[in-house]
């Protein structure tokens, strides 16, 4: 069964540092996301991409987030310099039609 | 805009006692509503959802929920739980118009032997 890879499952970063996260998304899929899980709390919608720019995106994506769909498969969120606040469980998901497939998961811990 | 409300925080239950995890919603357009279950340390899984037609959805695991427009719920079921079950879930809606989900602040579900 197709499905939503994200690398890596668990990233450290020191502040102030820019991280990368990666996502293959179902390969026939038009429609990607990115969602950000702070520990115990709601997830929470980032930013939406299709068509090669992004679609919508919310309060928290400021200028220090970006999304790049680099090579036709690969979707990465990029954090250009990190706070202690980003950390948090950072969820990709790509749709082909109404329903969301998320990926596992990169655990981002900024210390 | 758009909004989900997921009133109960965590739910304790004992294992083979039915449960139902409550969900509102408010939108000014027509909606799409899913549930979705989130197993420690793992990523979220769709249990099920409601584009259209039949109020009624059976989803993965022996869950359902129904879709009722005029209290604007969507509430999930289960007639008899399993240890397996203990979970986190989430409930979300999208529009027609839109292309994000928006989720609930999610439900606890906690099932003891």
């Known amino acids: 069964e197709p499905e939503v890879t994200q690398t890596p499952s668990h990233q450290v970063t020191q502040m102030g540092q820019e991280v990368i996260l990666r996502c293959v998304p179902i390969?026939?899929?038009?429609?990607f996301y990115w969602y950000r899980q702070i520990l115990g709390q709601k997830v929470e919608f980032l930013v939406s991409?299709?068509?090669?720019?992004?679609?919508?995106k919310s309060e928290i994506f400021d200028d220090q987030f970006s999304v790049e769909r680099p090579d036709g498969s690969n979707f990465t969120l990029k954090i250009r310099s990190t706070k202690l606040e980003d950390s948090a469980m950072y969820f990709c998901?790509?749709?082909?039609?109404?329903?969301?497939?998320f990926g596992q998961g990169t655990r981002l811990t900024v210390v | 805009a758009q909004s989900v409300t997921q009133l109960d925080s965590q739910v304790p239950v004992f294992e083979e006692a039915p449960v139902e995890l409550r969900c509102n919603y408010s939108s000014s357009v027509s909606v799409y509503l899913f549930w979705y279950v989130q197993y420690p340390n793992q990523g979220l899984q769709l249990l099920l959802k409601y584009l259209s037609g039949s109020t009624l959805v059976k989803g993965i695991n022996g869950f359902e929920a129904e879709f009722n427009k005029s209290q604007t719920s969507f509430h999930l079921r289960k007639p008899s739980v399993h240890i397996s079950d203990t979970a986190e879930y989430f409930c979300?809606?999208?529009?027609?118009?839109?292309?994000?989900?928006?989720f609930g602040t999610g439900t606890r579900l906690q099932v003891f032997p």
């Open positions: 998901a790509s749709a082909g039609g109404t329903e969301a497939f």
């Open positions: 390969s026939n899929h038009l429609y």
């Open positions: 991409f299709y068509n090669n720019e992004i679609s919508e």
């Open positions: 979300a809606v999208s529009d027609s118009d839109t292309d994000k989900l928006i």
